[in-house]
């Protein structure tokens, strides 16, 4: 099923877009431009989605200063389950789905392990991956492409990434060099979910939204410094298109990027 | 940090260690395929932390190299037997060692072949004797010629200085009058002067597809497998094409030839034999299971194996079944005629390795570590 619906239509899809870059344009580096290519198509087919989510989090925003909201804040202050209870009968009311706000994110999810599934397998250095990744690929598909080249720029793709610089050899931490893309990852998640993520209110989605875009650069910056770097890649690329999608749709909130981390310093409990 | 957020936090650690399990996982599966040889009285078989030695009557094991399993030491590739007792592997970080074949004593080595800093220097195929020199085709790109002796080297190709292939010699070479011919992943045949190391082909022959295991040599030709779905009759003076015969599936491992036809498998799951004068089909025999290892063919039988774990014994002018076995786990490995014994390695079963009789069919003895 996992592989049906998820991990062959990928590593063929990837296999597909590689053809064509490098044996039919002859462009080099063609692994890391279908990574890009891959991750630009999976932002297309999202789209809805996040628009969807990203309409459904506006809405959430003005409810906290709905007057029903307020008053039910107040009115249950002392009894949280029944303020839940309202809470949701109210979002209910007004076609407000309260995990809206990370399902954009939790979305990702299945996609990082698809295509890290995917790229390592694709990647596949020695006789028994290599024999099991052939049992993944279409017939048509050609079989020119096997074994595909893994060198994108400084890095290898199958690999995690580490930008060597001779003169760092000697210090003990960095001596197999700098984690260039894992920083820049951890920087352009934090980036994109606080530029793209209103404020959220202080119910259990809006907890959850909250807690997604503390963890999330840290999760997928340990994904990016361990893992191989195609799929350091992807996270790159993905957050630079959601922050140019959520600009282009008018719903960066620039003056948010500092004045929500002092909210969130500031707030009780 | 807000008190809601943390209610999330086991729950986004324990997802994080799940996908990186998984992906671990992926990252520490078996790499390589058993690699089989013998010298007549004994079968050396490399499969991961050891090479172990099987006595050929009675299936016990005479040594196991490294005694201990170490970390990061680990042998797929199929021993080379010689010079006078010694015993050649190659193991899974590029190295070779050299070992007394009659107690596994260390004799030299380990000797690291190269380094190209990108974590994929593995020996897959089998080093070659000749005399007293040895070749080792490696994942880094280079096929080095080194003194079966003491390790010292001789040669690379290509040469030190200049890049690698652009992609790993799982290959091991076939040898003859004074060339050595590699097939390598990057989809070319090679063929390079034994003394020297120079190519003599000017640029490889282009295949179309990945080479993964030896060339046979018939007479004044090459017959090779490819990932292209075909196998490709070549001379061996020019690398011209006499002929090629399309597959169903890639052809992985090398044809066997006897009585003026060549026998191989694809990963579709066919068995074919064709003719070497002019790849015409003679028979053709899906099987359940994809073929990855070549067949091995002795005294009018050919004896091929299944990636799912089929063993059989066919006539082999007509494909007429003789016997089968069904095996557990994976048989990945060419299977080795040895006397009276078809020897067969498994992978990810319970025992290791299988001694047949070749006439009837029954076991004989199983080893298991």
Redesign the interface.
């Known amino acids: 099923m996992w592989n049906t619906v998820i991990l062959d239509p990928m590593i063929n899809s990837l296999l597909f877009i590689y053809d064509l870059l490098g044996r039919q344009l002859g462009l080099a580096g063609a692994f890391g431009l279908a990574i890009i290519a891959f991750t630009i198509l999976i932002r297309l087919i999202t789209l809805p989605l996040t628009v969807r989510s990203q309409q459904s989090m506006q809405k959430m925003q003005a409810m906290q200063q709905d007057e029903r909201f307020l008053k039910l804040q107040k009115k249950y202050k002392d009894n949280k389950q029944k303020l839940q209870e309202e809470q949701l009968k109210l979002y209910k009311e007004m076609g407000i789905n309260p995990l809206s706000g990370c399902l954009p994110q939790l979305i990702q999810?299945p996609v990082?392990?698809g295509l890290?599934?995917a790229i390592?397998?694709a990647l596949s250095?020695?006789?028994?991956?290599l024999?099991e990744f052939?049992?993944h690929i279409y017939s048509s598909i050609s079989?020119?492409v096997?074994?595909l080249?893994s060198h994108f720029l400084w890095m290898?793709l199958g690999?995690p990434e580490r930008w060597r610089l001779d003169f760092l050899s000697g210090l003990p931490f960095l001596a197999d060099g700098i984690p260039v893309l894992a920083i820049v990852v951890v920087i352009t998640t934090y980036l994109q979910t606080k530029l793209t993520t209103p404020t959220a209110p202080?119910t259990?989605g809006?907890?959850?939204t909250?807690?997604?875009n503390?963890?999330m650069p840290l999760?997928l910056g340990?994904?990016a410094y361990?893992?191989a770097s195609g799929l350091a890649l992807y996270f790159f690329i993905s957050n630079l298109l959601a922050i140019v999608q959520a600009a282009a749709m008018k719903r960066v909130d620039w003056r948010g990027l500092l004045s929500r981390a002092t909210t969130?310093v500031k707030?009780p409990? | 940090m807000p008190s809601n957020s943390l209610r999330f936090l086991p729950g986004l650690i324990a997802l994080s260690l799940w996908l990186a399990g998984c992906a671990g996982g992926s990252l520490n599966a078996a790499s390589g395929f058993p690699g089989l040889t013998s010298d007549g009285e004994t079968a050396f078989l490399a499969y991961g932390p050891a090479i172990y030695a099987i006595d050929l009557d009675s299936g016990a094991l005479r040594w196991r190299y490294p005694a201990e399993p170490q970390r990061d030491l680990s042998f797929f590739a199929a021993p080379a037997v010689g010079p006078g007792d010694h015993l050649i592997v190659g193991d899974f970080t590029n190295r070779l060692h050299a070992l007394d074949r009659r107690n596994g004593a260390l004799v030299w080595g380990p000797v690291a072949l190269g380094s190209n800093g990108a974590n994929k220097e593995h020996i897959v195929g089998g080093p070659v004797l000749v005399g007293e020199r040895v070749f080792v085709p490696s994942s880094d790109g280079r096929l080095y010629a080194r003194s079966a002796i003491d390790g010292s080297g001789l040669w690379t190709f290509p040469a030190e200085g200049q890049p690698a292939l652009r992609q790993a010699l799982w290959a091991s070479p076939t040898i003859v009058e004074g060339k050595v011919f590699v097939g390598s992943l990057d989809h070319h045949l090679y063929a390079v002067d034994l003394e020297s190391g120079q190519p003599v082909w000017p640029e490889g022959v282009d295949l179309s597809g990945a080479v993964a295991d030896a060339p046979a040599l018939v007479g004044d030709m090459l017959l090779v497998g490819s990932f292209s779905n075909q196998l490709v009759a070549l001379m061996t003076g020019g690398g011209q094409v006499a002929w090629s015969f399309p597959t169903d599936g890639w052809v992985w491992g090398s044809p066997s030839v006897a009585e003026g036809l060549a026998y191989f498998g694809d990963l579709s799951g066919t068995l074919y034999a064709v003719s070497i004068e002019d790849g015409a089909l003679v028979w053709r025999l899906p099987l359940a299971g994809g073929i990855a290892a070549s067949p091995a063919v002795a005294d009018g039988q050919v004896y091929a194996v299944t990636e799912n774990g089929s063993l059989m014994a066919r006539q082999a002018s007509n494909s007429d079944p003789a016997w089968q076995a069904n095996l557990e786990g994976q048989l990945l490995t060419d299977p080795l005629v040895a006397g009276d014994n078809l020897l067969v390695a498994t992978t990810g079963g319970s025992v290791l390795l299988s001694a047949y009789d070749r006439a009837s069919g029954s076991v004989r003895w199983t080893f298991t570590p």
């Open positions: 999810l990082i392990f890290y599934g390592i397998r250095d020695s006789p028994v991956p024999l052939s049992k079989t020119s096997i074994p080249d290898d690999q202080t259990q809006g907890g959850m909250q807690a997604m503390i963890y999760l340990y994904f361990s893992l969130l707030r409990g």
